[in-house]
């Protein structure tokens, strides 16, 4: 069954505006549920706009978000978003950070129970002894995995990613990746990573979908990931299916890039590629 369908999507900024900017159009996608799909774009193609209509931060111009058959109007800890940014309340503690997102999911959950979600989801991401640390004394990592936690102590039944690895240096996003997947399959949710990397995309997801540059900005045809889980990144440079995969999207998203730039005067950068015969060496 789809736990999030996407009905003709179209948004603008300035819908009253002669030059009304449009930076999504057509955009249709169903996800099923314990799905893990990942959307990968181009820069300022429109990825956070498509995250803040799924997340219900924003709402179409026009078109339908539904998330278990009924429209989505509002922020709901169904869904739960893990940001680029972090997006940590400084003033707070890690500890106090995750309460403060539980207490929002379980107002009616007893102090202890809350402390005991807080001490649970706090392990779970390695990190029990910066629990009283505030943001400002954690690495960037250590605050992503903060960022983690929160979003996963209000028991969503979707986690929406976007590009919440970006900013991490290659060890501590391998690692990352792992505790991600590894939370998606024991838990069984369903998973939505936008992203830039197709390496990670492949890595993670059942199925790829390009978002085509803007504006106007829509979704491109589905690559299935048809790999074995759990996936070894050492194992998978030398699977042919991987190979095959990766050499497909590569290239439909260069010839894009091509299409875009021969269109437009503006730069604009592409995700990002890395040359067809680059070996991802494992962490
Ligand atoms: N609140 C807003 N008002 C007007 N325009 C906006 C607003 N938010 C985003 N945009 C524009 O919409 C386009 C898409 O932005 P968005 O942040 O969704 O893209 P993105 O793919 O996430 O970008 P990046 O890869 O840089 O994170 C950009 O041209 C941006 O300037």
Known sequence: MAIL?????YKTYNPTKEDKGEILDNINLSIEEGEFVAIVGFSGSGKTTLVNLINGL???TEGEVIFKGKPVE?????????????????????????????????????KQEKDVRVKEHVEMVGLTHALNKYPKELSGGMRQRVSVARALSMNPEMIIMDEPLGALDALTRGNLQDEILKIWEVNKRTALLITNDVDEAMYMADRIIPLKPGPNATLGPEFKINIERPRNKTALNDNEEYKKTRLEIIEYLMDLGEQQAAKSTSSYELPDLQP????????
């Open 74 to 110: 509002d922020t709901s800890h169904e869904r739960g978003v893990i940001f680029q940014n972090y997006s940590l309340l400084p003033w707070l503690t890690v500890y106090q950070n995750i309460d403060m997102a539980i207490q929002e999911a379980f107002p009616k959950a007893s």
């Open 58 to 60: 924003l709402k179409p």
């Open 276 to 283: 067809k015969d680059f070996r991802w060496d494992a962490n």
């Open 5 to 9: 369908e996407l009905r003709n999507i």
